[in-house]
């Protein structure tokens, strides 16, 4: 089983419209959360940390479920450059590297 | 610009040469962290450094690889002897102290390509 594991889609989806992305992790013991985007395997481009309480930052919206090990991410009102691939990222407490979901790429369509 | 700096942005050798990918934090960043992500693939952490110290190399192949980060300059990520599977973007990130709670900042990337 994958530390982090990501539909990896695609979605497809009109301008517009809303969307989720859901994205499940392994160990228990993980530390902190991120959303991260990454646009046709350029450098990865944080989007935003995750709380346990759910963090809102304009059109995003994140929560962390710690007792179901699940993180979702949701877009509303999409707009066509949010076509791109959404990593889960979860930074766990032996160390300070981050573990990545393998992404899942939204397509948003005129 | 302030951010992460990797250089060369593309990076192109023969199998049995050496590539050497150099890393720039961000200004006030002495934290650095080293990423892989092959062909179709996901990122893979490779190390994590201090200045002049190797704190974690768990994700770093056991030979041919190595990595530093000196008292000055930026941080290189050495590989010898290429072959064809070492064909990857190599990511560089930075953070200020290392916390957990702490995101990190993704340079534009080192692209290998082995001949």
């Known amino acids: 089983r994958k530390e982090v594991e990501q539909d990896p889609g695609p979605f497809n989806v009109p301008e517009g419209a809303t969307v989720a992305f859901n994205c499940t992790y392994s160990?228990?013991?993980?530390?902190?959360f991120f959303w991260y985007r990454q646009d046709c395997r350029k450098e990865p481009k944080l989007l935003m940390s995750?709380?346990?309480s759910g963090n809102e930052d304009g059109r995003f919206t994140a929560q962390l479920n710690r007792a179901s090990q699940y993180i979702s991410l949701l877009i509303r009102d999409s707009k066509l450059s949010d076509s791109a691939t959404y990593l889960c990222v979860v930074m766990g407490n032996a160390g300070n590297m981050l573990t990545f979901g393998g992404g899942t790429r939204l397509m948003v369509k005129p | 610009n302030a951010g992460v700096m990797q250089n060369p942005r593309h990076l192109v050798r023969r199998r049995g040469q050496e590539a050497r990918l150099r890393c720039s934090p961000m200004?006030?960043?002495?934290?650095v962290y080293w990423y892989r992500q092959l062909p179709e693939e996901g990122l893979k952490f490779m190390v994590y450094?201090?200045?002049?110290?190797?704190?974690?190399e768990s994700g770093m192949p056991k030979e041919r690889f190595s990595a530093e980060f000196p008292k000055e300059g930026p941080s290189i990520l050495r590989i010898q002897q290429v072959v064809r599977g070492d064909s990857a973007a190599y990511f560089c990130?930075?953070?200020?102290?290392?916390?957990?709670?702490?995101?990190?900042?993704f340079g534009d990337g080192t692209r290998l390509s082995i001949l």
């Open positions: 450094l201090q200045k002049e110290n190797i704190i974690d």
């Open positions: 995750v709380y346990s």
């Open positions: 990130a930075s953070s200020p102290t290392g916390s957990f709670n702490q995101p990190q900042h």
């Open positions: 200004k006030g960043h002495s934290h």
């Open positions: 160990n228990s013991a993980s530390q902190s």
